[in-house]
């Protein structure tokens, strides 16, 4: 990592204050530790609205800030993410070496880079010195590490262990699209990497673009549509897009894709081989889930042959997964079944969102040389390390709006809302400080009972607007999880999928069935949560971390004899997850929620003024 600023005169001395931040592609994010301790971290389109937001993370730091009480000026070092001047050098090299193809994509790319881009440390240093309202003069220090330095550090640094291999995959960094490293204590050794174009990440991405969907954004759909399919294309796949080593190694054939240096993510070569990309937003067909299946076998098994090599080579029992591949919840199931390792951790913020922290506790542990404590655990607090609100601020937004509300206290509040759920009723659920990263883990959420198989095509259609296919997923009692599901350990952060136990299972011929049909037809005692396949992506709830959410399920156990409930985001689709009081109020009035629940207030939408609702379901309407 190399200083690209540095000011000792009229500086107080270092105190340990940390600011990461990354931006400029997608999720643009920050997080600032302060001795080495994560105080906050959230994403810019939170505070934005605006899904995915690429730009300067203003908000999100202004968040950080004021959540520590500090000012700019406080702050000993500044980290991005990722290297940009490496990053243009991998774009000309590409299109060099690919001319004259791509020379479209090309003159594209450039003014974008030669304006804003290329001269990023000038952009960064002009956006902070006026958020900080700071002559660049004053600012903190300006550092920046490499994109998967930052992935990998986002992952170990945060666990608890104290020796781990560390497998970061996604697209692409600067050049690296996959990386093995192994940490011990307070430093990562890079062991093997994998460079652009040869991109799991990217290969997955091609598939979710030919199958209609948005690249850097619905790659989840595609893992959620897998189970309908078959896996007919596997072979195909290996024989001619990914020639596939035992190491886990490969290379793509790049003339099925154009992503190197087009304006498509595949070739004309690849819908020769695959038929016709689907059109966004036409009916899913089953050559689409049969797609689906197969790519997510072939990224299933190059995960496992690069981690049973690395194991082999390192002998390391516990392991940590960061960039976005690690958000693909069934491969992480997968290893978990193959028994590799002793211990899994995944890093809750695994895309770039995440690579603002790990930017940060690099500096730290890495360029400062400070060392870690594996014995404090899992140092991302739950992954609630953003905003709060309290009943004055709660009480206030609801007043502007003219909301009918009651005020509850605990014990009545829980009485209350595990009655509604046990009532087969749809409540958004708002508590405490904010997830970092894309996972609803039981603070802005919205809850539903899983045992109602009405539930799923309930809450896809009339709550969250989106695809009748999509599954939802189960939030467990940590110390109930083995008694539905075939998992012995933790998954606090949602990023595990596992089998539903043999004898929670309903026998169910499906064979008939296509699509959200064999959805609908119960395969378990939990049928909203248990997918076609009877998997299920479980989020194991503990007191520690969610102590208010653990008791309402408690509460719900108690009275309906099941301890767990649907936990699906509080937003629908295109919209991302609400971060205020405001936000949360104008997503319950604009779909079919039945209650809202914010901290102790409680709201019925048969009582809330009608005169508001069309605006605000207008606003939350799909295009």
């Known amino acids: ?14 105190t340990g204050v940390v ?31 605006k899904r995915h937001d690429a730009r300067f993370p203003e908000c999100a730091i202004r968040y950080c800030l004021d959540e520590a009480g500090l000012r700019l000026d406080q702050v000993n070092a500044v980290v991005f ?95 690296t699209s996959s990386s093995v490293w192994l940490g011990r204590g307070g430093r990562l050794e890079l062991k093997r990497e994998l460079s652009f ?54 290379r793509l054939d790049m003339d099925y894709f154009d992503f190197a240096t087009g304006l498509r993510m595949t070739s004309p070569k690849f819908d020769a081989l695959f038929g ?83 930017a940060a506790l690099s500096y730290w542990h890495e360029h400062l040389d400070r060392p870690r404590d594996p014995s404090a655990g899992d140092r991302m607090a739950g992954a609630y390390l953003g905003p709060s609100y309290s009943s004055d601020q709660v009480r206030l937004t609801l007043d502007a709006f003219g909301a009918d509300y009651e005020v509850l206290a605990e014990e009545a509040l829980l009485d209350r809302v595990s009655d509604l759920l046990g009532a087969g009723k749809v409540v958004g659920w708002f508590q405490g400080r904010m997830e970092f990263g894309p996972r609803a883990l039981g603070a802005r959420s919205i809850l539903g009972d899983a045992r109602d198989s009405r539930m799923q095509s309930t809450m896809n259609l009339k709550i969250k607007q989106r695809e009748s296919f999509r599954p939802f997923a189960p939030a467990v009692l940590a110390e109930r999880v083995s008694d539905y599901f075939e998992f012995h350990g933790a998954s606090p952060y949602m990023l595990v999928v596992a089998e539903v136990r043999p004898d929670k299972r309903i026998p169910a011929d499906g064979k008939d069935l296509f699509g959200i049909d064999k959805l609908r037809l119960p395969r378990s005692v939990v049928p909203a949560v ?3 396949d009877h998997s299920a992506r479980l989020q194991t709830v503990h007191a520690e971390t969610n102590p208010r959410f653990h008791r ?21 689709r295109g919209e991302p997850i609400v971060e205020s009081p405001e936000d949360a109020y104008g997503c319950f009035m604009g ?7 914010v901290e102790n207030f409680i709201l019925s939408k048969e009582r809330q003024p009608r005169q508001g609702e069309a605006q605000w379901r207008r606003r939350f309407e799909l295009d």
């Open 530 to 532: 248990t997918h076609v």
């Open 19 to 49: 600011l990461g931040i990354s931006g400029y592609y997608h999720d643009s994010a920050a997080a600032l530790l302060r001795d080495g301790r994560i105080l906050a971290a959230a994403q810019e389109e939170r505070f934005t609205r």
């Open 276 to 358: 016709p990309a689907r059109q966004p937003e036409s009916p899913v067909t089953q050559r689409e889930m049969d797609l689906a299946r197969s790519i997510q076998v072939v990224t299933e098994e190059t995960v496992l042959r690069i981690l049973r090599h690395a194991k082999a080579d390192y002998g390391v029992d516990r392991l940590c997964l960061a960039g976005g591949v690690a958000l693909n919840c069934v491969c992480n199931g997968r290893i978990v079944r193959e028994g590799l390792f002793r211990d899994l951790w995944i890093q809750p913020a695994a895309g770039d969102a995440g690579g603002a922290l790990g």
């Open 81 to 175: 993410y990722e290297k940009p001047l490496v990053k243009f050098e991998r774009l000309l090299e590409t299109y060099l070496s690919f001319a004259p193809r791509g020379f479209a994509s090309f003159l594209k790319a450039m003014p974008v880079w030669l304006k804003d881009k290329l001269y990023l440390k000038s952009v960064l240093k002009m956006e902070l010195s006026r958020l900080g309202e700071l002559p660049v003069k004053k600012l903190p220090p300006l550092f920046f590490t490499e994109h998967h330095r930052s992935h990998a550090a986002s992952a170990f640094f945060a666990s608890p262990f104290s020796e781990a291999l560390v497998l970061c995959l996604d697209g692409v960094g600067e050049w």
């Open 1 to 14: 990592m190399g200083e690209e600023q540095r000011q000792s005169q009229e500086r107080e001395p270092l």
């Open 552 to 572: 309402l399920l408690r509460r719900f156990e108690a009275k309906t004899g099941c301890p767990m409930l649907i936990n699906t985001s509080f937003n629908v």
């Open 591 to 597: 779909t079919e929620m039945d209650y809202l629940v």
């Open 197 to 250: 174009p040869h991109s799991l990440g990217l290969l997955y991405s091609a598939f979710t673009y030919h199958t209609g969907f948005k690249v850097n954004s619905a790659e989840y759909k595609m893992m959620g549509l897998a189970p309908y399919g078959e896996p007919h294309y596997v072979d195909l796949i290996l024989e001619k897009l990914i020639d596939l080593k035992d190491d886990g190694s490969f």
